[in-house]
C-alpha cells in the first residue's frame, strides 16, 4: 500500500485497483490525500495463493485469491496490468491460463532489465518463467527481448547474444547451438554471437537470452554477490580504534560507494516482466520493499504505455514464420 | 615460468617439470637461484595446443604438445598431477582419455574451492567438464565434492546441497530431482537440499552440487559481477576537487574495502581442480597472472599431499553400488 501511494503520487495518470484483503488496506487508505484515493480503488479478495503451493494446486483452487481476481480484471479489460509479488510459478501459470500466449509465443518468458558498466541496460530473458526451453522458444525469447531493447531502452537494432559457456560456435547445449543458427539466419535480428556469465553486466550485449534455469541462476548468483559486497559497505567491522572525524568520512566514502553500486541493488532494479501474453503481467520480488514495489508498479505503467504486448505481437508477425 | 619460481620457493617438497619450449623457458631458469634450479627440469615440447582448438582435432593432433606430454609424465607415474592454463576443453577431454576415470565414475568434474561469508569455504562442482549431467553423475559428483570438503576445507560431514531454481523439492529438473532422492537416502552423505544462486557465496551448505553449464555460468556470473565491483573501486571517478588528504584517506579506505573483496578475486582463488580421474589435473585460468599461477601449483602440492583421487576411489567404493 504505501509503494502504490507512491507510485500514485509520481504518475498522475496511474489509477489503480488494489486486489486483497479490505480491513488490511483500510488504514493505509485512510491517512492517503483525498487526491490520490479518487485515483485508487479496493477490489475484496478472500484469499491470497500461498508462496510455497504447488502449481497444479495453486491453480485448481485459485478461484477467490486475490492474483486471479487481479488478472480476471486485465482479462476483462478492467485493467491494463497486474503487478504481483505472489508466489512467482501460480502467477507465470495462472497468467498464462487466463491471457494466453500471443501468436507466435510459446511460453512467456520472464525479463528483467539491468543496469551495465556501458552506462546503458541489458534486456535479460527468460529468468525462470520455463525450467527449460527448445531452440524455438529461445529464438522467441530473442525477438521479444529485441522488442523491450527497443520500447523500453530505447535501443534501435539492438545486439542480441546468446548465453553460453564458451564464445566458440561448436559450444554448448543443441538447442543454443540451433537457435544460434536461426537468429544469425534472421536479418530483422542483430545477433552477435555467445557471452558467457561475466559479460552479464559488461555491456557487451543489449539483450541477452537463455533458459529459464540458467537465467534464474546468473540472476540470482548477481544477486548475491550484490548484497554481499553491499553488506560488506555497510558493516566494514572496523576493530582499529579511529578518531572520530576519520570514522565519518570514511562513512561518506563508503556511503559514495554504495550509492554507485546499488545500480545493481534488487531493490533497485526490481520488476521482472512476463512477456508474451495478451496482457502486461510483472512480478515483484516477494521480499520487495516499498521502494521496490514502487519502481515495479513504474515498469508496469511503461509497458502499457509503451504497448509491448501489441508491439511483440506485430514483432513476431513480421519475423517468425507461421505456426498455423 | 615465474610462478613455478615462486611455488618452487615456498613448498621445499615440491619438484617441477616445466614442459614447453625450452628457449621460451631458458631466461628465466638462468636467473633462478640455484637451489631452485635442483627442483626442476626442463621437458622439451614441440607445440601447443591452440585455445581455439575444436576437442577432437584438438586430441587427434596432440602428439607432441606440451598438454600431452604432461599428461604423459602423469600416467606414467613421473609426475603426479599436471598444472594447466590451456584449452580447457582439451585439458579435460585428453585427461579423462589418458588417466582413465575413477570406478564409479562416469566423467570427471571440474571442482573449486570459493571463500563465503561464513568465514569458512564452499566447494562447487561441476563447473563445465560436461555440458550436461544425468542424475547419477550428479550424486558422484556430490560425493566428490563431500571428500573434497573433508580434506581439503578440513569439515566433517559436510553439508551438500544441489544448486536449484527454488528451494521447494518438486522445483527444477528431472535430473536434480533424481540426484536429490538418491542423496536424501544416502545415509553417509549429510544432503541438506536445494539451494538458489544466491547463496553461491553465503556459506549455507559445504558443497553446491550442479551441471556443469549451470556450474560455468554461476561461477563466471559471480566473477563479472566482482570484477566489477573491483574495477570501480579502483576507478572511482572522482570529479570534484579534492585536498591531497581526502583523496589519500579515500584511497586507503578503498584499498582496505578492495582487500576484504580480494578473497573473490578470481586471481586469487585461481586454480579448479578436475576431480574423478586417477591422477590429479588443474585448470588455472587462461589470463592467471604469476601470483594465481603459483595458487594453481600450491593447490596440486595440496591434492597430491592429500591423495585425493585415492580418497575418491575409496569413498566411492563404500558409499555407491557397484556399477559391474
Given at each position: 500500500?504505501?509503494?502504490?501511494?507512491?507510485?500514485?503520487?509520481?504518475?498522475?495518470?496511474?489509477?489503480?485497483?488494489?486486489?486483497?484483503?479490505?480491513?488490511?488496506?483500510?488504514?493505509?487508505?485512510?491517512?492517503?490525500?483525498?487526491?490520490?484515493?479518487?485515483?485508487?480503488?479496493?477490489?475484496?479478495?478472500?484469499?491470497?495463493?500461498?508462496?510455497?503451493?504447488?502449481?497444479?494446486?495453486?491453480?485448481?483452487?485459485?478461484?477467490?485469491?486475490?492474483?486471479?481476481?487481479?488478472?480476471?480484471?486485465?482479462?476483462?479489460?478492467?485493467?491494463?496490468?497486474?503487478?504481483?509479488?505472489?508466489?512467482?510459478?501460480?502467477?507465470?501459470?495462472?497468467?498464462?491460463?487466463?491471457?494466453?500466449?500471443?501468436?507466435?509465443?510459446e511460453r512467456p518468458?520472464?525479463?528483467?532489465?539491468?543496469?551495465?558498466?556501458?552506462?546503458?541496460?541489458?534486456?535479460?530473458?527468460?529468468?525462470?518463467?520455463?525450467?527449460?526451453?527448445?531452440?524455438?522458444?529461445?529464438?522467441?525469447?530473442?525477438?521479444?527481448?529485441?522488442?523491450?531493447?527497443?520500447?523500453?531502452?530505447?535501443?534501435?537494432?539492438?545486439?542480441?547474444?546468446?548465453?553460453?559457456?564458451?564464445?566458440?560456435?561448436?559450444?554448448?547445449?543443441?538447442?543454443i547451438r540451433e537457435?544460434?543458427?536461426?537468429?544469425?539466419?534472421?536479418?530483422?535480428?542483430?545477433?552477435?554471437?555467445?557471452?558467457?556469465?561475466?559479460?552479464?553486466?559488461?555491456?557487451?550485449?543489449?539483450?541477452?537470452?537463455?533458459?529459464?534455469?540458467?537465467?534464474?541462476?546468473?540472476?540470482?548468483?548477481?544477486?548475491?554477490?550484490?548484497?554481499?559486497?553491499?553488506?560488506?559497505?555497510?558493516?566494514?567491522?572496523?576493530?582499529?580504534?579511529?578518531?572520530?572525524?576519520?570514522?565519518?568520512?570514511?562513512?561518506?566514502?563508503?556511503?559514495?560507494?554504495?550509492?554507485?553500486?546499488?545500480?545493481?541493488?534488487?531493490?533497485?532494479?526490481?520488476?521482472?516482466?512476463?512477456?508474451?501474453?495478451?496482457?502486461?503481467?510483472i512480478k515483484s520480488?516477494?521480499?520487495?520493499?516499498?521502494?521496490?514495489?514502487?519502481?515495479?508498479?513504474?515498469?508496469?505503467?511503461?509497458?502499457?504505455?509503451?504497448?509491448?504486448?501489441?508491439?511483440?505481437?506485430?514483432?513476431?508477425?513480421?519475423?517468425?514464420?507461421?505456426?498455423?
Open positions: 500500500m504505501p509503494a502504490a501511494l507512491q507510485a500514485l503520487a509520481s504518475t498522475s495518470s496511474l489509477y489503480l485497483l488494489i486486489v486483497g484483503q479490505p480491513d488490511a488496506i483500510a488504514p493505509y487508505l485512510a491517512k492517503a490525500a483525498p487526491a490520490l484515493q479518487q485515483r485508487l480503488r479496493v477490489i475484496p479478495a478472500e484469499s491470497v495463493i500461498p508462496n510455497d503451493a504447488k502449481l497444479s494446486h495453486a491453480i485448481r483452487t485459485s478461484k477467490g485469491t486475490s492474483m486471479r481476481i487481479a488478472l480476471d480484471l486485465v482479462k476483462n479489460g478492467e485493467a491494463q496490468a497486474v503487478v504481483s509479488a505472489g508466489n512467482t510459478g501460480a502467477l507465470m501459470g495462472l497468467a498464462k491460463l487466463m491471457l494466453k500466449p500471443l501468436d507466435g509465443i518468458a520472464l525479463m528483467t532489465v539491468l543496469p551495465n558498466q556501458q552506462k546503458s541496460k541489458t534486456v535479460v530473458l527468460d529468468l525462470g518463467a520455463n525450467v527449460e526451453s527448445t531452440s524455438a522458444m529461445l529464438v522467441q525469447f530473442a525477438v521479444m527481448g529485441a522488442v523491450m531493447a527497443e520500447e523500453i531502452v530505447g535501443i534501435s537494432s539492438p545486439r542480441i547474444a546468446l548465453l553460453n559457456i564458451g564464445e566458440e560456435e561448436f559450444k554448448g547445449l543443441d538447442n537457435a544460434a543458427a536461426v537468429l544469425k539466419s534472421t536479418p530483422a535480428i542483430n545477433y552477435i554471437g555467445y557471452l558467457e556469465g561475466n559479460d552479464l553486466l559488461t555491456g557487451k550485449t543489449d539483450v541477452l537470452v537463455c533458459d529459464g534455469f540458467v537465467g534464474n541462476v546468473t540472476l540470482k548468483t548477481m544477486e548475491g554477490v550484490v548484497r554481499m559486497f553491499l553488506s560488506l559497505l555497510k558493516s566494514p567491522g572496523e576493530k582499529r580504534k579511529r578518531s572520530w572525524w576519520l570514522k565519518l568520512l570514511g562513512r561518506l566514502i563508503q556511503k559514495r560507494i554504495a550509492k554507485r553500486f546499488g545500480d545493481l541493488n534488487p531493490d533497485q532494479y526490481n520488476g521482472a516482466c512476463l512477456v508474451g501474453l495478451r496482457g502486461t503481467v520480488h516477494g521480499a520487495a520493499n516499498e521502494k521496490a514495489f514502487a519502481v515495479a508498479i513504474e515498469q508496469a505503467v511503461q509497458a502499457v504505455q509503451r504497448q509491448i504486448p501489441q508491439r511483440i505481437a506485430l514483432r513476431l508477425e513480421a519475423i517468425l514464420p507461421k505456426s498455423d
